[in-house]
């Protein structure tokens, strides 16, 4: 009868070579959706406030390019303008992205 002096009960247990990649790969990813279910909605409103501000530049820059400063009556005309054709833009992206065009 023959041993196998390689082989003993506490094999068993230990993870193959092959598998500890897999193993950091399922933890990193673990990781990183613990941090973006933490972290998510703070980095989204973030995102959000950025993004409004930026308009808000791009509206003052705009109109007051055109003879429309903040401060004028025709001001808001304008930024309503704006307001439009931001959304239908969006609108053509959306059906682009779809397949529509």
């Not at 972290?39 to 950025?50: I, K, S, Y």
């Not at 390019?65 to 239908?88: H, K, Q, W």
């Amino acid at each position: 009868m023959k041993t196998d002096i390689l082989r003993s009960d506490n094999m068993a247990t230990k993870p193959r070579s092959s598998q500890i990649p897999s193993v950091v790969f399922a933890l990193a990813v673990s990781a990183g959706a613990i941090y973006a279910a933490a972290h998510g909605p703070t980095l989204w409103r973030a995102a959000q406030e950025v993004k409004a501000e930026q308009i808000k530049q791009e509206d003052r820059m705009f109109c007051k390019n055109f003879g429309m400063p903040p401060d004028s009556e025709s001001f808001a005309t304008c930024v309503g303008y704006l307001s439009e054709i931001r959304r239908l833009h969006g609108d053509r992206l959306t059906a682009e992205a779809a397949g529509v065009f």
